[in-house]
């Protein structure tokens, strides 16, 4: 026995009468899906719900799997600390998906969570199943901070878990949409928002993964969604297999979207190999991109590829144009892979000769250096592809009115802390957020006294 069905739920805790407190009218669609769901399940009979949470025990590189034997959670946050969940884990099944977690390669485990309460992206979901259906116990499993490939792996390991270990299983998808669709709304609009839920709704009434898998990182930074890789988990717990999905309910009356869809899996399909097929059109894009380098990305890639396999720095090339020879400059060098920041490391001034030495040494640091992120392997370098940004010299200015978040990247100086963010990023479109991430970058309050200055670029990519 395998996983028997997949529900995608939102959860937003005013859905629970004592939380809205009336404002839960406002979702009348979205309430009589959750209790048309509850009632599914309850026929399913499952032995074990998996819970797929965003807001449970986050870490960068790692998938946390509820430990223990048991957890609760109440709404005590918002306002409501009488109303309480229960759980029972199935700590077997937390074994199995770890052991077979570490066969793949992928970080998966019990260890290290730091607040046992269950979060509202289980609360929500299990206290509408709950009343209608009971005697399963649970798993739950957190979203990490790793690429979305990894997420749709840990579905196809949860799927092979369940039927090792013969388990009748119901997954959730604890997932929130957008949450940029009003002006009004608690975090405003963003003209990705309605796009990106557009995007999500055809998929879960179509069962197209491959398009899920598609959806690029911008755009989901550009809505501000939270549960993207629930979905992509849920999508990978039936890759190879047909599916029947259904669109049961939308709504976004508070400016985040909900969304409520069953998947009900079928035969097996290898032409719905999803991940294979995604693998290889990355593959193929970021060949065309090599092949399209100029010299700039050109010496970053062969840095990076010298040093990962063989070791060493790459020796400096012969034939290069001047200004890669004998000019001096700050340069940055970030790294993709599936379209997704995989490295990025510079400098503000120059630190060596030129700027093809400057090229050599950041691109390395971005491969191998950067520690948001593991080092770059030997089995990654063909996906990568390159960007350069080559630095004028720094100049004062006397405020933001001198800066532009297309043209001018910003430097943020306060005493001995210094944060730097490039101009004309994707999901930075004023001058405000540019300086607050460069804050951040640096560790600067927000109230603290800042000097500023700018740069432009020369970028490569």
């Known amino acids: 026995m395998s996983i028997v069905r997949a529900y995608v739920l939102p959860h937003p805790p005013l859905a629970i009468p004592d939380v809205g407190r009336g404002q839960e009218k406002g979702i009348a669609g979205t309430m009589a899906a959750f209790d048309d769901v509850a009632c599914q399940i309850a026929e399913l009979a499952p032995e074990v719900i998996v819970y797929v949470t965003p807001h449970s025990v986050l870490y960068a590189d790692y998938f946390h799997i509820s430990p223990g034997l048991s957890a609760k959670g109440d709404f005590s946050r918002f306002g409501a600390p009488g109303v309480c969940v229960e759980a029972d884990y199935d700590s077997e099944f937390a074994a199995e998906v770890a052991r077979i977690a570490a066969q793949w390669g992928i970080p998966a485990g019990s260890l290290g969570e730091r607040d ?43 799927s092979e878990a369940a039927e090792r270990l013969d388990r009748r299983t119901v997954l959730v998808a604890s997932a929130d949409l957008s949450h940029k669709l009003a002006h009004d709304g608690p975090y405003g609009f963003s003209p990705e928002g309605p796009v990106f839920d557009g995007e999500i709704k055809k998929i879960l009434d179509s069962g197209d993964f491959l398009s899920l898998l598609m959806i690029s990182e911008a755009l989901r930074e550009g809505a501000g969604e939270c549960g993207y890789n629930s979905l992509t988990i849920m999508a990978g717990c039936f890759d190879k297999r047909t599916v029947k999905a259904r669109l049961i309910s939308y709504e976004c009356p508070f400016g985040v979207g909900y969304a409520v869809a069953s998947i009900e899996p079928g035969e097996a399909d290898s032409g719905r190999g999803f991940l294979d097929q995604f693998t290889r059109a990355s593959l193929d894009e970021a060949r065309r991109k090599q092949e399209a380098e100029d010299e700039y990305r050109a010496l970053a890639r062969k840095s990076l590829e010298y040093t990962v396999e063989n070791g060493g720095e790459l020796p400096f090339p012969d034939r290069l144009p001047d200004e890669l020879r004998n000019r001096k400059a700050g340069v940055f060098v970030s790294l993709h ?125």
């Open 116 to 158: 046992a309460g269950l979060d509202h992206g289980f609360t929500v979901p299990a206290w509408f199943i709950n009343r209608r259906c009971g005697g399963y116990k649970a798993l739950r499993i957190s979203q990490s901070g790793l690429d979305h490939t990894e997420h749709y792996r840990l579905g196809q390991v949860i």
């Open 337 to 461: 892979k599936n379209g997704r920041l995989r490295g990025c490391v510079g400098t503000i001034s120059p630190s060596t000769r030129c700027i093809a030495s400057e090229i050599i040494q950041n691109a390395v640091s971005a491969g191998l250096s950067d520690n948001r992120f593991e080092p770059v392997s030997a089995a990654e370098l063909q996906y990568l592809t390159y960007k350069v940004d080559v630095l004028s010299a720094p100049e004062p200015i006397s405020g933001v009115h001198e800066l532009d978040v297309k043209r001018y990247g910003v430097i943020v100086t306060s005493g001995y802390k210094r944060g730097l963010l490039l101009p004309n990023l994707d999901g930075v479109d004023t001058v405000d957020e540019q300086i607050s991430i460069a804050r951040k970058k640096a560790g600067i309050s927000d109230n603290a006294k800042i000097e500023l200055e700018r740069f432009e670029v020369v970028r490569h990519e």
